[in-house]
């Protein structure tokens, strides 16, 4: 090949090249011929809340910044029940076992990998820390632990704290709690 054909392939190709920014598109108030009422901006769909400005009257947390201890949920806020630790261990067990392991011990197979270690949710701070405290670190994440806030919707992190909280229960259980009844289930007893 040429080097005049060469300078000639090399020009013919830059000028097939499609610009993105010479793409059709309205600018913000501009007239458009597309939408009946002529307006290029579109009204707001009804319900719609921008990110990050939930009104804490609805939310179960504040809608910006980590919240402080008086500020967590202490309850949850749907009814404790079966179905609901089912889901709750369910989803820990898809999302958080991988560091956290199935015991809650924080040695998952990626911490033992080498990623950082995350606390045993064992500890006496974990164990007394409130239920609204898991739900916001699997919303917002904490230290190494990113945030599962588009991965997990509110109502199956709400599943998940609520196994957590179980989970650390079983971990710590005393016999002394159990009725009568259970504690001669229980072998030694």
Do not use: N
Not at 59 to 71: F, H, Q, T, V, W
Not at 84 to 106: A, K, M, N, V, W
Not at 111 to 134: K, M, Q
Not at 139 to 165: C, F, H, N, S
Request: aromatic letters at 6%; one cysteine or more; a positive charge.
């Amino acid at each position: 090949m040429t080097l005049l054909g060469a300078a000639v392939l090399i020009a013919a190709t830059c000028g097939c090249r499609q610009e993105m920014y010479d793409q059709p598109k309205y600018r913000p108030l501009e007239k458009s011929d597309f939408f009946a009422d002529r307006r290029s901006s579109r009204p707001l769909v009804e319900g719609t809340v921008a990110r990050g400005t939930l009104d804490s009257a609805t939310a179960p947390l504040r809608p910006a910044g980590a919240p402080g201890a008086a500020d967590l949920v202490t309850a949850l806020p749907m009814p404790l029940t079966s179905e609901l630790l089912s889901r709750g261990q369910q989803r820990y067990e898809i999302f958080c076992t991988p560091c956290h392991d199935r015991t809650g011990g924080g040695q998952g197979m990626v911490v033992r990998r080498g990623y950082r270690p995350p606390p045993s949710l064992h500890i006496d701070r974990l164990r007394e820390a409130p239920v609204g405290h898991f739900y916001d670190v699997t919303t917002r994440g904490l230290g190494a632990m990113p945030d599962y806030a588009q991965q997990i919707p509110p109502e199956d992190r709400w599943a998940i704290a609520a196994y957590v909280k179980a989970l650390q229960l079983s971990q710590h259980a005393v016999v002394a709690d159990l009725t009568a009844e259970d504690r001669k289930r229980v072998p030694g007893h």
